[in-house]
């Protein structure tokens, strides 16, 4: 049974980089044809994708959060990490890791979605 934990900070000050990592078990993320993803869902609104990081170490990110945005790995770690550059009160989100079993399909497994607030 695979599983993603995340762990990070809940609270992040504004102008920070909010950091945010999900542990997996029960699979490799170096597995091919899996990718894994970063969503968000702000209060009130839809789930915002945010990002993923392949099989092969390559990631894609949103065009509207490119900037701010890197997804990292560890695979000794079975981990991928989400870095959000300068923050601001409207990337308040619920926070979810997710994986793809293959590009354009359903998620399969998520993590158990991280409250982030900025705020000072």
């Known amino acids: 049974q695979v599983q993603l934990q995340q762990s990070g900070p809940g609270l992040v000050k504004p102008s920070q980089t909010l950091s945010l990592t999900c542990t997996v078990s029960?699979?490799?993320?170096?597995?091919?044809?899996?990718?894994w993803s970063w969503i968000r869902q702000p209060p009130g609104k839809g789930l915002e994708w945010i990002g993923y990081?392949?099989?092969?170490?390559?990631?894609y990110y949103s065009p509207s959060l490119k900037s701010r945005t890197s997804i990292s790995r560890d695979t000794s770690k079975n981990q991928f990490t989400l870095h959000l550059t300068s923050v601001t009160p409207e990337d308040t989100a619920v926070y979810y890791c997710?994986?793809?079993?293959?590009?354009?399909?359903?998620?399969?497994?998520w993590g158990q979605g991280s409250q982030v607030t900025v705020s000072s």
């Open positions: 029960g699979g490799s993320i170096t597995t091919n044809y899996y990718y």
């Open positions: 990081i392949d099989d092969s170490g390559s990631t």
């Open positions: 997710a994986r793809e079993r293959g590009y354009g399909s359903p998620y399969d497994y």
